[in-house]
């Protein structure tokens, strides 16, 4: 496959239109997020999901994080949050902090729920460009870092073209990513948070919600 490379600049409401219908139909997209470049694809697409798995060298026994851009797409996927998970979003969304949720039943929501998981890792993205382009496609994205997995996460540009030119079919070049950090990964358990993964949003904020389970 060839890679097509857009430039920031160069992405008129035309273009994100156009790749917003490829993405629908399985094309491979990287991305700047708020975090890290991610590499994704339709979140609903089974056989475009395992191409991402397949691209990073991922095990297929590590659930794909899902990125959406406003509360419909959510009630789509996720059950009702509760009240802890609905302070979290009230609070950090749009942002760097991702809820692990139960989702919806399998059948009616995702053909890739094996590849998402029994629970759904998700978070409401606050980038423009994504931002734009998921509310163009009108449908979640699976969206991993970009990265060859064991290697560092994607945050520079020349050697995210180097690993995977000639293997997605489209690159979204923003620039470097500078003073990156992950997204906060959190859970709510009996009215506790567990953190998964400590980044950008912090235990100390947090705990502004509600009780951390250490």
């Known amino acids: 496959m060839k890679t097509i490379i857009y430039k920031q600049q160069e992405l008129t409401p035309d273009i994100l239109f156009k790749l917003s219908r490829k993405i629908v139909k399985g094309k491979i997209i990287i991305f700047k997020t708020e975090t890290v470049y991610g590499i ?87 980038e423009p460009v994504l931002n734009t382009l998921l509310q163009y496609t009108k449908v979640p994205l699976v969206a991993p870092s970009a990265n060859i997995t064991g290697q560092k996460t994607g945050t520079k540009i020349e050697n995210i073209i180097y690993d995977f030119n000639n293997k997605v079919d489209y690159i979204i070049d923003c620039g470097n990513i500078e003073n990156s950090i992950s997204s906060t990964i959190v859970k709510v358990e009996d009215n506790k948070i567990y953190i998964q993964r400590e980044g950008r949003i912090s235990k100390e904020e947090l705990q502004t919600i509600a009780l951390i389970k250490e």
Not at 73 to 84: D, F, H, R, S, Y
Request: hydrophobic share 40%; charged share 30%; glycine share 4%.
């Open 40 to 126: 994704g694809t339709n979140a609903y697409n089974k056989e475009a999901c395992k191409k991402i798995f397949e691209i990073k060298r991922r095990s297929f026994n590590r659930p794909l994080l899902v990125l959406i851009s406003n509360y419909t797409m959510l009630n789509k996927v996720a059950k009702q949050p509760n009240q802890i998970e609905q302070k979290l979003m009230d609070t950090f969304w749009p942002g760097p902090l991702t809820i692990i949720l139960h989702r919806k039943d399998k059948d009616r929501v995702f053909k890739s729920t094996e590849l998402i998981g029994d629970e759904i890792a998700i978070r409401m993205i606050d």
